[in-house]
C-alpha cells in the first residue's frame, strides 16, 4: 500500500516547528495504530513535540484522530444527565470512591470508567479491588444497566476506546515522552470524550505528589483539557488542586476504601470531604442538576446508600471486613511542635514499596499495604507520638518504605495554610 | 542481568538539558548496540540530542564509546605515514579517485574506507564498480599489502568499524535525527579514528549539494570534527568547500570515473583540479610529508602510475572501456548570455533518477547513468547548444530527471564568483 505521507518528512516537520495539516495528524494516528509508522519513528515524533508543543487545532484533530481509532459509547438512551470526573492522579486521591455515589444519589448517571496504579500514585480499580467479591470488568450493556438502575458505575476502560492511545501512552512511558502537556491532554481527553460523557470535572493535582509540579503547568494543562473537552461538545471544567501533601489520612487500598466509607458515614478527613463536595457541586452544575445540594445528601446518608448498591451491582459486599494488613510499624514524632509539611511523593513511594502498588503493569498489588497518617500539615505534635503508621503483609518491605520516608515531614513553630483547591477554569 | 543505569532517567536526563557523565555515555552506547536499549528509546533520545546537543566532553566519550563497539585497524608496521581524507558528501564529487593515488605517490599511505551512495549523492565504491573487474572488497590483510606495495587502497568499510554507528546511523536515517552536528560528527569521526589514520582532512561542503546548506553550519561541523580527531591522536584538518554547483562536470558513475582519468592525465576541470590538489596539500603536510608538491607530481604522470597499480591490485583494468549510457539526450541553453548558476542538489537528483544513485541500500546501480555538463557557472552561453547531456540505460526516466532539472540553471548578464574553497579550519 502507497502511504499518504512520509514519516520521516513528518518527524522532521515537527523538529523544525511546523504544523501539521488535518490529514497529516490523522494519517499519523491511524498509521501509527495499524503499524505502519515503527514506535521508533513515532517516538521521535513524540520527544519533537515535546520540544515543539502542538498547536490548538493540531492538538483537537490528534484528540480526535485517537478517538476515531475506537469505539465511543453511547449514554444518550439514559434517562439522567451523565457527568464524569478526572483526576491526574495524586496520593491518597480516593475522592472517585464517595463522589461517584453522590454524585448519582444526587440524580446525575456517573460512568466512571477507572485505572490501575503504576508508581506512586494508586488506582481506583486497585482501591475497590480491596472489597471482597468486587468486580471491575463489565460490559458495555451491564454499565448501562447499572447507570439506569444504580446511577453510579466504576469500572474499567475496555481496551476499546481510544486504542491509539493505549499504544502510544506505553511507548511514552519507555522513551522519556511523557511529561508533554498535549499529550498528557490528548490522552485523558481522547479517553473521557470516547467515554461519551455529556459533562466532565477535572481534577488536575500540583505538587510533589502530582505529575505537575508547577502551578502553572498544571493551569496550562488544564485549560487544554477544558479546551479539548468544549471543542467536542463535552461541558468541562477543571479544578486546580492542591497535592503537596496527600488526600486524607491514608494512602493504600483498602486503607483508603475505609476513609472513603467514613467520608460517605458523614465522618473523615476535612480535605477529602472539601473535595468530594466541590467535585460534586462542579459536575452538577456542569449536567444541569444544581438544585442538590451534595453536602446535604452526604449528610443525609443517600450517598452511602447509593454506594452500597453500586458495591452490591458490582459483587461486592458493602458490610465485608476489609483486608488487615499482617505486619505494622510506627514512626513516632521526634520532637514537639506543628507538622509543617508531610511530603506526598514521600508518602506515596512509601505504599508503593509496602505493597499498595506495583512497578510493572503485570504486578499483584497488596489490598492491605499502605500508609496511614495521624496528623496532617497545621496540626500541633508532641514527642514520641505516632505520627505515621505502615502496613504491609511483607514485613521485609519496611526498611525502603521508611527510607523514603526519612525527610518526609517537618515539624516547626507553626504551618503555612495551603488551600486544598487552588484554582477553577472553566 | 540489572543495568547500571535507567534509560528512561538518561532520556530525560539530555530531553531536560542535563549532561552524562562518562560512565552513562558508555553505557548508553554499549547497551544500545548490545540491545539492552530499545530502538524506540535511542530514537527519542537521539530527538533529544538533536534540541540539546552534546557537550565537547560528552561528544568525546560518545565517539570514543562507538569506536569501542568494534576493532580498531593499525598501520603502524606500515613504512610511510599514513593519511586518510573524508567528504561529507556532495553531487560530482569525485575527488578521491585521484586524490587517493596523488598523494600515494608522494610517499605517503592512503586507506581510504569507502560507502556507497544513497538519494542524490553519489559513493565512491558506486563510481569505481564502474571499472570492469574492480572490486571493492578486502580483507584487512590485502588492504595493509597493497598499502605497502601499492600506497592507496579505496574500499568498502568492513562491519567491524564502529558498529555502534551502522546501527544508530540507520535509526537516525528512519527517525528524522540525521540532522544533528554532534551525531554526524561522532557517526563520521568514530569511524575514521577506528580506521587507525595518522592523518585526516576533512572536505566538508556546504550548499544545495550538500548537507550543510549554511556556511555557518558547515564550520562548526568541521570545528567539532577536528576537535574530536585531534583529541583522539589523530592530525584533524577541514577545509569548508562549496557545493552550490556540483564539481566537475560529470555526475554519475562512470561519467566521473573517466573525468577523474582525465585530471590524473593532466587535464580535466579547473574545480576538480584545484580541490584535489589542496586537499592533497592538506594530507601531506598532516602526515609530514610536505617536501612533495602535489601539483608537480600529477603533472609528472606519477599520480597515474599509481591509480593504474591501485586498479590493477583490486582486480580492474585500469585500460578496460568504461561502460556508455544505451540513450542520451540533450538540454540546450534557452538563451545567450553567462550560465550564473548550476544547482548541484538539482543535477544530483537528476543523477539519480537517471540511475546513478539508489533509494534504498539493496537498490542496483547504472554504470552508465549520470549527468554531464557542457558549461559551469561563469561561461558564456549560446541559444541552442547543448548545456546538459543525460545518461541512462533506461530512457523511460528521462521525463523525471528533466524536472529535476527545471529549474536547476540561470542564464544573466554575470555570474559571481564562487571559490571552490571557503574556510580552512585546522
Redesign the interface.
Known sequence: MTEPFD??DL??TK?DGGTFADAEVDWLIEAYTRGAI???????????I??RGLSAPELSRWTAAMIGTGERLDFSSLSRPTADKHSTGGVGDKITLPLAPLVAACGVAVPQLSGRGLGHTGGTLDKLEAIPGWRAKLSNEEMLRQLEDVGAVICAAGSGLAPADAKLYA?R?????V?SIPLIASSIMSKKIAEGTGALVLDVKVGSGAFMKQPDDARTLARTMVELGTAAGVRTVALVTDMATPLGLTAGNGLEVAESVEVLAGGGPADVIELTVALAREMLTAAGRDDHDPAEVLASGRAMDAWRSMIIAQGGDPDADLPVAKETEVITAPSDGVLTTLDAYAVGVAAWRLGAGRARKEDPVQAAAGVQLHAKPGDPVRAGQPLITLHTDTPERFDRAKEALADAFGIGAEAAERPVIIDRIG
Open positions: 514519516t520521516v518527524i522532521r523538529r515503527a514506535e521508533e519513528q513515532m517516538s521521535a515524533l513524540a520527544m519533537a515535546f520540544f511507548l512511558d519507555v522513551t522519556g515522552t511529561e
